[in-house]
């Protein structure tokens, strides 16, 4: 049975194919009533000019934004701030979790290992933060302080997000992913309306006459469109673990963690499991990184007791190899994953920010509207039930 779902949940053969919705948001996008944003995950960036045949890891941030304003979209953002907030959130989780000697700590950023857990492993479901994945974050944001800042309707707002993953499709339909509609009392409204994965952004650019090649360079939307380096790199493998405990040395030594002060062993970010022991002051935390679901089984029956802090992708790489990413089949698939995760981090040493709790736009947003970090209005847009 386990093997049946660790087939289901990622399929290295690649039999399995999305469901399309690209040509729903060409619609919504003509409709005059609509207002359409999209948020872009941080690891299309490196990856979506592999559609139109530029090397992995070419940069091409700017001209995703340009392409999808030509296309007619109203706001275009960065998820990279929901990473941030996502950071905030999980490391006050940690803390609190640390405090009460409830650990391991599970991350929760990845729909398919969410999915996998709760299905063969429902022992360790409570173990998973309660925190919800960036582009979900962002769609309840966008829904309720972004509409009430532009003083918009969100019943009109369509919201769409360009995700590495297929796993997105089906993470936007539970039940739970509607915090948005609670808030307004429309339970039907939903905080994410569409996923487009990284192929059918391309579908869609294509069939509605964008010459992505030719498209002017254009910035986010900056209301919601400034992240860190730290959430630059949530889209690779042990990313999401670095920015998660960069933020929780802070807030617990009131100083930034040392630049090296994660050592992962071993040091191939392509080996399926990877640890660490870090130093936060006045203990140790013994940390793992997983990628590739189906090293996933064995940690869980025989090294988790090891372990306080676990991040888990389904994908190889994490994102950067997401199931929805262009394909590159035969020997030099796990070339082309590092060369899109060395871009990313590149791209995020040019952020200026380091560290998730510096950004200022997150700092503004709890100041003017979250509160603070598992707050009462944090609890209930960013965060579900375990």
């Given at each position: 049975?386990?093997?049946?779902?660790?087939?289901?949940?990622?399929?290295?053969?690649?039999?399995?194919?999305?469901?399309?919705?690209?040509?729903?948001?060409?619609?919504?996008?003509?409709?005059?009533?609509?207002?359409?944003?999209?948020?872009?995950?941080?690891?299309?960036?490196?990856?979506?000019?592999?559609?139109?045949?530029?090397?992995?890891?070419?940069?091409?941030?700017?001209?995703?934004?340009?392409?999808?304003?030509?296309?007619?979209?109203?706001?275009?953002?960065?998820?990279?701030?929901?990473?941030?907030?996502?950071?905030?959130?999980?490391?006050?989780?940690?803390?609190?979790?640390?405090?009460?000697?409830?650990?391991?700590?599970?991350?929760?950023?990845?729909?398919?290992?969410?999915?996998?857990?709760?299905?063969?492993?429902?022992?360790?479901?409570?173990?998973?933060?309660?925190?919800?994945?960036?582009?979900?974050?962002?769609?309840?944001?966008?829904?309720?302080?972004?509409?009430?800042?532009?003083?918009?309707d969100p019943a009109?707002?369509?919201?769409?997000?360009?995700?590495?993953?297929?796993?997105?499709?089906?993470?936007?339909?539970?039940?739970?992913?509607n915090s948005a509609?609670?808030?307004?009392?429309?339970?039907?409204?939903?905080?994410?309306?569409?996923?487009?994965?990284?192929?059918?952004?391309?579908?869609?650019?294509?069939?509605?006459?964008?010459?992505?090649?030719?498209?002017?360079?254009?910035?986010?939307?900056?209301?919601?469109?400034?992240?860190?380096?730290?959430?630059?790199?949530?889209?690779?493998?042990?990313?999401?673990?670095?920015?998660?405990?960069?933020?929780?040395?802070?807030?617990?030594?009131?100083?930034?963690?040392?630049?090296?002060?994660?050592?992962?062993?071993?040091?191939?970010?392509?080996?399926?499991?990877?640890?660490?022991?870090?130093?936060?002051?006045?203990?140790?935390?013994?940390?793992?990184?997983?990628?590739?679901?189906?090293?996933?089984?064995?940690?869980?029956?025989?090294?988790?007791?090891?372990?306080?802090?676990?991040?888990?992708?389904?994908?190889?790489?994490?994102?950067?190899?997401?199931?929805?990413?262009?394909?590159?089949?035969?020997?030099?698939?796990?070339?082309?994953?590092?060369?899109?995760?060395?871009?990313?981090?590149?791209?995020?040493?040019?952020?200026?920010?380091?560290?998730?709790?510096?950004?200022?736009?997150?700092?503004?947003?709890?100041?003017?509207?979250?509160?603070e970090p598992l707050?009462?209005?944090?609890?209930?847009?960013?965060?579900?039930?375990?």
């Amino acid at each position: 049975m386990r093997t049946l779902w660790s087939m289901y949940l990622f399929c290295p053969r690649l039999a399995l194919t999305e469901q399309y919705h690209y040509q729903e948001v060409a619609r919504a996008i003509a409709d005059p009533d609509k207002i359409v944003v999209v948020t872009t995950a941080p690891s299309i960036r490196v990856s979506f000019g592999e559609m139109y045949g530029l090397e992995p890891g070419t940069n091409v941030e700017g001209e995703i934004v340009g392409a999808l304003r030509q296309l007619g979209v109203d706001y275009v953002f960065d998820a990279t701030f929901a990473a941030d907030l996502t950071i905030m959130e999980e490391a006050s989780e940690l803390m609190q979790k640390l405090e009460q000697g409830q650990l391991p700590l599970f991350t929760s950023c990845c729909p398919s290992w969410v999915r996998y857990i709760k299905l063969l492993y429902p022992n360790y479901y409570s173990n998973i933060s309660t925190v919800k994945s960036p582009l979900l974050m962002q769609g309840a944001l966008v829904k309720t302080w972004f509409a009430k800042q532009m003083d918009i309707d969100p019943a009109r707002i369509v919201c769409v997000a360009i995700a590495p993953s297929t796993g997105k499709k089906a993470e936007i339909q539970l039940p739970e992913m509607n915090s948005a509609g609670v808030w307004h009392e429309r339970p039907q409204m939903r905080d994410v309306d569409f996923v487009l994965t990284t192929r059918e952004l391309a579908y869609l650019l294509n069939d509605n006459g964008v010459d992505f090649l030719q498209a002017p360079s254009a910035p986010y939307d900056s209301l919601m469109g400034t992240g860190s380096e730290s959430a630059m790199i949530f889209g690779a493998t042990g990313g999401v673990m670095t920015a998660a405990l960069r933020t929780t040395f802070r807030m617990l030594n009131n100083e930034n963690p040392p630049d090296d002060f994660i050592n992962f062993q071993p040091l191939d970010a392509f080996q399926g499991v990877r640890q660490a022991t870090v130093d936060m002051g006045n203990f140790n935390l013994n940390v793992a990184t997983i990628h590739g679901i189906g090293n996933v089984s064995s940690f869980l029956e025989q090294e988790v007791h090891k372990y306080d802090f676990v991040e888990v992708m389904a994908c190889p790489g994490g994102c950067i190899g997401g199931g929805g990413q262009p394909i590159h089949r035969g020997a030099g698939q796990a070339e082309v994953i590092q060369m899109r995760a060395n871009a990313l981090r590149q791209h995020g040493l040019q952020q200026g920010v380091r560290l998730s709790c510096d950004n200022a736009d997150v700092q503004a947003i709890y100041r003017e509207f979250l509160g603070e970090p598992l707050g009462e209005i944090s609890k209930k847009l960013l965060h579900v039930e375990r």
